[in-house]
């Protein structure tokens, strides 16, 4: 049995989380599935040769298979790298998650396998707070609403322990499944690093996927396919 298709989230910004989507696509590629990557809020892009482009979004049209439409693909864009409640309202955007939703049903009608990329943290907000009392949509909810199974990555540096025992335990007091965690390696000199992840693998209540080693360049990346643990 393959790795369903799955919701990616991360402990942080930066943990991880594009790298973790590309090594699952490859991973289903090498198998044979017809597989795409969803990036449906993308925040952060940069001018290349005159146009502007986001590395999450290219990654997702990167490594899967089918080439699907950007509409599909991809929902919310913004320019500034800032969470996205308030990229979204200083856009005068709304973020509609049944819109991302009807866009996904599509979609993975098209494909075998199909992995979708969050933004931020489980608990990043996807609209403004209007009072103390909002009932806010998130990041969760919006994984929540898609009715897929999560895959936390942990980005491996001071402080992870904590950050991903709390993540785990929310996406399961939400009720939604937790596939599994990988462990992605992005500080190259993270003392104690093994005993870390010793410690990660007896207290985590899901289990480890597949661990990302260091990565200095993006070329070294694309060789990597993982080894998935659990199927």
């Known amino acids: 049995m393959v790795l369903p298709s799955c919701f990616v989230t991360g402990t942080d ?11 699952i696509l490859r991973y289903w590629a090498r198998l044979g599935c017809r597989c795409v990557g969803m990036k449906p809020i993308a925040s952060g892009f940069e001018l290349v040769d005159g ?8 990654a997702s049209l990167a490594y899967g298979t089918e080439r699907l439409s950007m509409e599909l693909v991809n929902q919310y864009s913004f320019n500034p790298p800032i969470a996205p ?3 979204a309202r200083e856009s ?18 098209k494909v075998d396998r199909s992995v979708v990329e969050g933004a931020g943290g489980w ?23 898609l009715n897929l199974p999560v ?21 399961l007091a939400d009720g939604i499944e937790l596939l599994g965690w990988v462990a992605n390696s992005v500080d190259q000199n993270f003392s104690r690093s093994k005993d870390n ?32 643990s659990v199927v």
């Open 51 to 58: 146009e502007y482009v986001n590395a999450d979004i290219e």
């Open 151 to 171: 895959v936390l990555v942990v980005g491996m540096k001071l402080g992870c322990i904590n950050h991903a025992i709390l993540t785990a335990e929310a996406v």
């Open 123 to 145: 608990r990043v907000p996807l609209q403004w707070p209007e009072d103390k009392m909002s009932n806010v949509n998130t990041i969760a909810t919006l994984a929540k609403k």
């Open 197 to 228: 992840l010793l410690t990660l693998e007896r207290l985590m209540p899901a289990p480890l996927l597949f661990e990302v080693p260091y990565f200095s360049s993006k070329s070294v990346m694309n060789r990597f396919v993982p080894q998935i």
């Open 13 to 23: 910004t930066d943990a991880g989380k594009t790298i973790v989507t590309g090594s």
């Open 92 to 109: 005068g955007s709304v973020i509609d998650i049944d819109h991302i939703v009807g866009c996904y049903r599509e979609l993975e009608q």
């Open 85 to 87: 409640h308030i990229a």
